[in-house]
């Protein structure tokens, strides 16, 4: 308990401090992590927890988004404002599509949700209503207020980036440890036999994937505020895949691979660059080698144990 209490008090301490030693690049890299460990950690709700395949998370990112898109440069709404209402916007938005196909399993889902990201996608780029921009998406959206200093520079985004993270990391540890938390668990493991212990299965998974939709709607205000400008082209499949790719090869069900998973995905391409060329054929095999020796991600989660109560006497 102690040592992991040290651990995680110098990783504080380390990106604490990781701004005053590193150049604007580099605290970029970082900023990116932290907000695809976010969306990560998101969609770990939904595939690590639930057990539900899902490949169409990037749908939601868009829809959070394109909100604070709109209604800031519409209406003037100041961004900070607009992150529950992006996240809102992302969590309607996934109870209308989830509803009709929570029942589906396995592949048959898969498929859907890639389905989902690119009706998305499409109805972005058509210029659905007149109000997304069309392929050129929408340009000069506010940068975050926060009592009267504007958040601009990559040091600045960094603070409220992690802050964000940490917050993500702090209310989903409680919820996996939760009663809700539980109840998924018991889902993914075996759907059967948690219909026949009472658990509403298919509310459960609906309330994954709206929860889910949620925070992946929140991450898409900061995107929006962080450049300004959003356009079709950051919300494609393959964005998708990269999410999946990080719980998957993390742990799928486990915060601390996730986070593992999001630095290995995002920041390592960056710092081995100068292999430009070699990066996806290096991958590529990372992720077969990884599915052959650890399948369940490199940090997958540990077994939960239950001890039952008796009175004694």
């Known amino acids: 308990m102690k040592h992991g209490i040290i651990v995680n008090s110098l990783i504080v301490v380390v990106l604490l401090a990781a701004p005053i030693w590193l150049n604007a690049y580099w605290v970029d890299v970082l900023n990116s992590i932290g907000l695809y460990a976010v969306l990560a950690l998101s969609l770990n ?48 938005f ?30 972005l780029v058509n210029n659905i209503f007149g109000i997304t921009g069309g392929p050129n998406g929408i340009f000069g959206i506010s940068r975050p207020n926060l009592l009267g200093y504007v958040i601009r520079t990559p040091h600045d985004f960094y603070y409220l980036i992690f802050a964000f993270t940490a917050v993500t990391v702090f209310l989903f540890h409680r919820l996996e440890n939760s009663r809700f938390g539980r109840a998924l668990n018991y889902i993914r493991e075996d759907e059967t036999a948690a219909e026949g212990s009472g658990i509403d299965t298919a509310h459960y998974k609906l309330v994954a994937f709206v929860l889910g939709a949620f925070w992946a709607g929140m991450a898409g205000m900061i995107f929006a505020s962080k450049m300004t400008i959003v356009s079709p082209q950051s919300f494609t499949f393959w964005e998708s895949v990269i999410m999946f790719t990080i719980v998957i090869l993390g742990g799928s069900g486990n915060i601390r691979g996730v986070l593992l998973g999001a630095f290995l995905i995002i920041g390592l391409p960056e710092v081995f660059r100068e292999f430009a060329a070699a990066r996806m054929l290096v991958f590529g095999a990372a992720m077969v080698l990884m599915m052959i020796f650890r399948p369940k991600g490199i940090l997958p989660p540990l077994s939960r144990t239950y001890k039952l109560k008796t009175n004694a006497g």
Do not use: C, K
């Open 94 to 123: 996934a109870l209308i599509v989830a509803r009709p196909i929570i029942h589906l399993r396995g592949d048959y889902l898969l498929i859907v949700t890639i389905g989902i990201v690119e009706i998305v996608r499409i109805a």
């Open 45 to 92: 709700v939904i595939l690590g927890y639930a057990g539900l395949f899902h490949m169409g998370h990037a749908a939601f990112f868009a829809i959070g988004a394109y909100t604070t898109a709109i209604l800031n440069t519409q209406f003037g709404i100041p961004v900070l404002w607009l992150m529950p209402l992006s996240g809102i916007a992302a969590g309607l």
